[in-house]
């Protein structure tokens, strides 16, 4: 196992496996692992039979075997696979899935029950259509995807290859592009432009991914997004983005490559946010991030000028009573000043 | 196509037009619009045919066609409007729909497949129902309306006409409604009154509207919703409102009339944000909100002082610094002045 | 009804009840309430026949028959549930749905049209299902459950007894969890782990209950979660905990017993908030809340602390006023006092 993990073993290579575990419920047969330093304290007391440790922990020397590697997380997720169980569905069109004539479905996709597919749409070989998934017309999914149930991919949206949607996401819904008339009542501008979904990418359950009037909205090549998140009309988003759940970003803005967003950040229309950059947890981006940039807060600004003024914050009670004392002493000076002056003066 | 979009030509009138397209993706053939002044300098490369521009941009000239109009946006809905496609299903019953004996569904309707209907529901005229909906027993949908995939309309909601519900809303879902008790339980309040959508609503994906115990939660006429909103059980929307993505709004709040709110804004329960109110990004309304106010942050207060504040948020390390500075000059002007004063008194 | 309601009578208990109402909204023949001091007012002109009253409000005497209570919020939740329509599906299994041969279903559940239920998955006895959702193999649902429309259940999930998901809840889809490679690519790291609910939960639309690779996801007995919540990977929400709506809970943090967390709330992940805590409105919870405190903000902060910092926030550009003025004084002090050291000097 250390060789397919691509760790180094200390200890005892004889220990039998059966599970992969957290440190806090690992028991005997089971490999855990370390990634984050917060858990080493509790490697004394684990019970699990071997651990995964990161290069940087060398000197620990837990009671179990040990499997050292440079990236530990890596290691857990490749054990994690080992032992995961292959459940796919099995291959072909189920008998109560309803799937248009002129619809092009790859003989070894597999489509569950309740599972409607749209005139000329395609779906590509191996992928797997959980049951009471709504595809629309014309849209084209591509190879090895996995779309979850009550997902809904509307009409003349492309999915490329490896793509997983996870429960109830939607995928070219309408943008919410409206003109405000002189009545005050708002024109729909018709959202009826492209939507492209890359490989690899991954969508989690619920998420929201919009349709825009002209031009498109596309989710780049090994980007994965979380639960519950919002990507507006006409919105580009970059390769291998992360995305955290609850996540909202706005139409016809540049999410460029290699960006990091924490849970429930706001991006506002119409800026960019540079490639590489990362936003902390729950920020309201309302200008372009220039690249690598790391900005906090609402408005978002750079973490750390974030951080130090959110510690002053809480002080600005305190503060406000030193300012309050300056002033005293500052008028019991001047006053001071001004006796002696007219002392010096009537002298 | 000028006097479709009531525009002035300026140019070349007979350019043909294929396409409506972005004015960074335009090419040959396209019609384009600039309504944001941000994107004018992209005029001068565009390749597009013709463009819609603004009467503030009269002395713009770009190389193709000009149509010229005081509502831009507008003129751009309605161009994407000729070009749309129209696509919808065919009128009738699928039959993979279960519509409840007792039910009403227009003859003209469209019912997808994989759709339920409950008992004494009504369904109105050239109203689209797609695949996969549920609608609950005594719904009433009006006429002309659009409902998308994954849509749950529940028992007795009331839906007018023209309305728009995409991809997976849910209307009629119980409030969060609970009675703590002395054992520190929660007695469920059964939700069971009533919904209204009123007409011309459109509700973006996801988004959730609850139902109260007694009362009514209703959505007036003309408003618009965007994806992955929230409105609690018992809370009042008004007319021609729009609510951005990810907004939450508490339960029994008023919304009056033609309020904005942009994407992320909450709102607490049991107050009134007053009639064309506008509340910024991300913002968090603890308080009720004058007519016509425009207000922003956490809490929300009037946006420009807001705006002053934020700015001045990030200034406070340094902020520090000079309090700091003052406190210590202070200190030395009241030694040097203690010392005079002894001086003086020795003297 | 007063002792149906556990409530002292005062007036005329004569009076026919008919319906239960908002104080604005209650007619002749209407029973309402007052748990809100603020509504209070309102009884002055109320039309109803009778209201449910606090003992703190023993002077009110209102123009109709009163019930008179220590907890008028739970004789309200009674109240409402004396009217409730009783309008369950009847038990069996729709011949529209899809029960694979191997679960097991007890004969007196409900299971609507195009339900699948997979493989060796179990519905315990008086549980209603309604139309569409999907319940993966192995999952595991108990007695009197509610299960709405559109709801995914996961396979392998654990659900108690009593437990309601509205419609379109996700329980058990992936976490997100993802190893950084070097060529910046993210390893996916698989998510097989457990998702148990235990009895008496309620979860609100669109809420979505992530699955962790190893250990479980655990929402404890009697919590009510309300729509649009985010509950990550690994997460140990404890008993009778209150989630607000678009609250969010990041990956491995444990939420204790009696937690209440406001609307838009955001938790990061391996935190621990502490037992009978409360976290205001649109909170960043970003380290660890002690036993019973009650944190709000952006950072979260001891609430009250937030409050005084938040009203001086607004006064910011006042601030810089005064410490701009006091700066002004002190030059000019400093300037005298040198001009004085100077002809003493002179002298």
């Known amino acids: 196992m250390a060789r397919r993990l691509d760790c180094r073993l200390d200890g005892d290579g004889d220990v039998e496996i059966l599970r992969v575990a957290g440190i806090q419920h690992a028991q005997s047969g089971d490999l855990t692992f370390v990634a984050n330093a917060r858990y080493l304290p509790q490697l004394a007391s684990t019970r699990a039979s071997a651990v995964i440790l990161g290069g940087a922990n060398g000197s620990v020397a837990p009671g179990c075997a040990v499997l050292r590697t440079d990236d530990p997380y890596s290691a857990f997720a490749r054990a994690v696979s080992l032992f995961a169980p292959a459940a796919a569905p099995r291959p072909g069109i189920d008998p109560h899935a309803l799937v248009a004539a002129d ?131 006409g919105v580009a988003v970059g390769r291998r983005v992360l995305l955290a759940a609850q996540v909202g970003i706005a139409g016809s803005t540049t999410v460029e490559d290699d960006v990091m967003m924490a849970g429930q950040t706001g991006v506002t229309g119409h800026v960019r946010v540079g490639k590489g950059a990362i936003i902390g947890a729950k920020s309201a981006v309302l200008q372009s991030v220039d690249d690598g940039a790391f900005v906090t807060g609402h408005p978002a600004i750079p973490h750390n000028a974030w951080r130090k003024a959110s510690m002053l914050f809480r002080r600005l009670p305190a503060f406000r009573k030193r300012v309050d004392a300056v002033e005293q002493r500052l008028a019991e000076i001047e006053e001071k000043l001004a006796a002696w002056q007219r002392s010096r003066t009537d002298r």
């Open 103 to 233: 619809a092009s479905v790859a003989p070894d996709a597999s489509i569950g029950p309740f599972v409607t597919i749209g005139s000329r749409a395609m779906v590509g070989a191996r992928t797997i259509i959980y049951p009471n998934v709504a595809i629309g017309p014309e849209a084209r999914i591509g190879e090895d995807c996995v779309i979850r149930s009550q997902v809904s991919i509307r009409e003349r949206v492309v999915v490329g290859n490896r793509v997983t949607l996870h429960d109830g996401v939607v995928v070219g819904s309408d943008g919410f592009g409206f003109a405000r008339q002189k009545d005050g009542t708002h024109l729909k501008i018709p959202q009826i432009a492209d939507v492209v979904i890359e490989d690899d990418v991954e969508i989690g359950a619920n998420s929201t991914i919009d349709r825009p009037a002209v031009g498109e909205t596309r989710v780049g090549a090994g980007t994965k997004i979380d639960n519950l998140v919002h990507v507006a009309h």
